[in-house]
């Protein structure tokens, strides 16, 4: 789109410093620019537009609103044998290239014709939804984590015959890779004895992504990061954060305000949040530092708590709280925060951080 933009707009041009007859650079080196910068690279770019921000007395930080939603990997739906099968996959391509550069004595054939027809037989069978369809796709599975084990055993044993320094890069990649499917392997032993594994690896190529239950009737479950993110006056986004894995929103408020108040010197005069932030003792933690604590209590409710609830302040405050979730669909419908297409988790992270700088330049843009 960029490279598209600049062929045709001379203001484009004009701001990327080339004449009317200069050729405009390729997108890939926009690609290839954008890995130059990492994610704290990405922080200060941000912090300097929230300094500037506040300089300009756009913004004061004298209300908060915070919310989490997911950002998705780009990756197939997982099961324990379709994940075995990325590892073997990638693990014998790896191999291949080895064996194209230097000669190994250790004997490995490629299982991947056999795997894959093993997986085709199980999405067969799994159709039937029968007692004995599911007593094969165990058996199948049992297989799968079999041939695995043998083909992470003979992978080991070339890891020793590379002895180039030439070959250091790939040969740690390929322990990395090693390492990675002795988890997914161990993984599937526990599931196949019945046990449920914490931390679940869902993605050979993307293994930071972890499976996360927000409660939505569209989306069971997603796989990826949560993202939590914390917005000032004019839905400014002040502060976010990827967490692997889905931990409580009780435990997230208290570290958001605590960051707040780095960013803008004070705590928030008002704070408001949807009921998933609400507990007795954040409520308590935050009495002396906050003057409206705007958080919908969870449960039961006295009279008492009704009326505060149905006050004035109150209802206003959770229609600006409600503003947020728009935001944040806005976010990720229009700047990649739905799904990232990142191979890298750091690739990921940067992505999340580009997209909330453009949406702040964006909703800046429009206050100018």
């Known amino acids: 789109d960029v490279e598209s933009r600049t062929n045709t707009d001379y203001s484009w041009k004009a701001f990327a410093k080339l004449s009317a007859v200069d050729v405009v650079p390729d997108f890939t080196t926009l690609a290839k620019w ?24 756009i913004i004061k930080g004298s209300k908060m609103r915070t919310d989490t939603t997911v950002s998705e990997a780009n990756i197939h739906y997982p099961t324990d044998a379709s994940i075995l099968f990325d590892g073997i996959r990638s693990i014998t391509r790896t191999v291949e290239k080895i064996k194209q550069t ?62 180039s320094k030439a070959l250091n890069k790939m040969k740690k990649m390929f322990q990395e890779k090693i390492k990675l499917a002795d988890k997914i392997i161990n993984q599937t032993d526990l599931v196949l004895k019945g046990i449920n594994p914490k931390d679940r690896i869902v993605s050979f190529f993307q293994p930071y992504a ?106 206003k405050g959770q229609r600006w709280r409600s503003g947020g979730e728009a935001k944040i669909s806005w976010f990720k419908r229009s700047f990649g925060g739905a799904k990232s297409k990142a191979k890298t988790e750091k ?20 206050l100018a």
């Not at 954008?34 to 007395?57: A, N, P, S, V």
């Not at 992470?152 to 044993?157: L, P």
């Not at 108040?261 to 009495?287: A, C, M, W």
């Not at 690739?347 to 429009?366: E, H, P, S, T």
């Open 34 to 57: 954008e890995e130059f910068f990492g994610e704290k690279t990405i922080r200060e770019l941000h912090d300097k537009i929230i300094d500037h921000c506040r300089q300009k007395k």
């Open 210 to 315: 972890r499976p996360i239950v927000k409660g939505k009737l569209s989306k069971g479950c997603e796989f990826g990061k949560k993202l939590e993110i914390n917005e000032v006056e004019h839905g400014i986004i002040s502060e976010w954060k990827n967490h692997i894995g889905n931990p409580s929103d009780m435990d997230l408020l208290i570290p958001s305000i605590d960051k707040h108040k780095k960013i803008f010197g004070h705590d928030p005069t008002e704070v408001d949040t949807d009921r998933g932030f609400y507990s007795e003792k954040n409520v308590e933690d935050l009495k002396t530092r906050v003057k409206r604590i705007c958080i919908p209590k969870r449960g039961y409710k006295s009279k008492r708590r009704l009326r505060f609830e149905k006050s004035k302040w109150f209802v």
């Open 347 to 366: 690739g990921f992270d940067r992505n999340i951080g580009l997209g909330i700088i453009a949406c702040n330049l964006k909703v800046i843009a429009n």
């Open 102 to 163: 230097v000669k190994i004595k250790t004997i490995f054939r490629s299982q991947v014709k056999f795997i894959k027809k093993k997986i085709f037989n199980l999405s067969n069978s799994l159709k039937k939804r029968t007692g004995e369809a599911k007593q094969s796709a165990v058996k199948t599975v049992k297989e799968i984590n079999a041939a695995a084990k043998k083909i992470i055993e003979k992978a080991r044993n070339i890891t020793k015959e590379i002895k």
